[in-house]
């Protein structure tokens, strides 16, 4: 087992609490929080990116979160001994993170009637439901994440950016812009293992007149951002970032 698993899990498992916490907030009844809006939920996802990668370095681990990063990180190196070890801890992660969501906000759960607004507080669905825009939406939103991250964390950037400790600031800051500009279609999965956990605990956990969990559409959150970040990472690559 490489370094760096328990961090990819408990570092996951901070992203999707915090994350999914947020569009739980937002959409279950009797919240505090409720209706808030896109804004609250794009930025505590930026938040959540931020205090899951700050988890993970601390514990070991390049705090990728993602499988498609780890992929995307994987073709720029030419090694992949870590892919299956940290999805698999990622995915993980995630379920975990989403068995957390449903118990802080165990009585809301019952007050909800809207079985898709329950489900959304674990996994992504599109706002227009078509295959294939649905898919460029993933492709393209994780391509960005996965090349932007690249840069940030690039020798030209280190040389003459920000100081040490701040990445996980920009990779936040990153979500949250890909969240504004490009997340309105699909609610920007642009992560498998953060679609995957949740939608698993989803179909397993006792929520109340829950309905199915999705799963025609479980295949473009992970096809997708798998396909972004292979893209994104042979470019970076081919540039030598």
Known sequence: MPNGVLGEFLGTMVLILL??????????????????????ITTGWGFAVMAGVFTAVACGSEGHLNPAVTVGAAVVSGNFSKVGWYSAAQTAGAIVGACLVWLHYLP??????????????????PAIRSPFANLMSEIIGTFVLVLVAGAIFSKAVAATGPAAGLGP???????????????GTTGYAINPARDLGPRIAHAILPIPKKEGSDWGYAAIPIVGPIVGGILAGALVRMVHF
């Not at 907030?25 to 409720?34: D, H, N, Q, T």
């Not at 809301?108 to 992504?124: G, I, S, V």
């Open 169 to 183: 600031y920009l990779v936040g800051s990153l979500v949250w812009g890909i969240g504004l500009s490009l997340g």
């Open 108 to 125: 809301h759960w019952r007050e909800t009637p809207e079985a898709d607004l329950k489900r959304a507080c674990f996994c992504t669905a």
């Open 19 to 40: 994350g999914n916490g947020v569009v739980a907030g937002v959409l279950l009844r009797k919240s505090k929080a409720e209706n808030a809006g896109w804004m609250a």
